[in-house]
């Protein structure tokens, strides 16, 4: 979510693929930003929630990285 190294518009598309519920809601802004800078477009999906998604979502993250914050 900091500064990216790249230029501005140093991309056509920046793509969030099921990511952003991992920074926290302060943080998105900023992030969503910071990809508007170094693209023309910025593509966000996100799976809605439910209890198998979250599930999902939730055990392989933990396995991964037990201090990740989902």
Do not use: C
């Not at 693929?17 to 992030?31: A, I, K, S, T, Y």
């Not at 979250?54 to 914050?69: C, E, G, I, Q, Y």
Request: hydrophobic fraction near 40%; charged fraction near 25%; charge should be negative.
């Amino acid at each position: 979510g900091g500064h990216l190294p790249v230029e501005s518009g140093s991309f056509d598309t920046v793509m969030l693929n099921d990511m952003l519920h991992h920074v926290p809601r302060d943080g998105q802004e900023r992030l969503l930003r910071e990809a508007l800078r170094v693209g023309r477009k910025v593509q966000v999906f996100e799976v809605e929630p439910n209890a198998y998604v979250s599930f999902t979502d939730w055990l392989p993250n933990k396995v991964d990285n037990p201090l990740m914050r989902i």
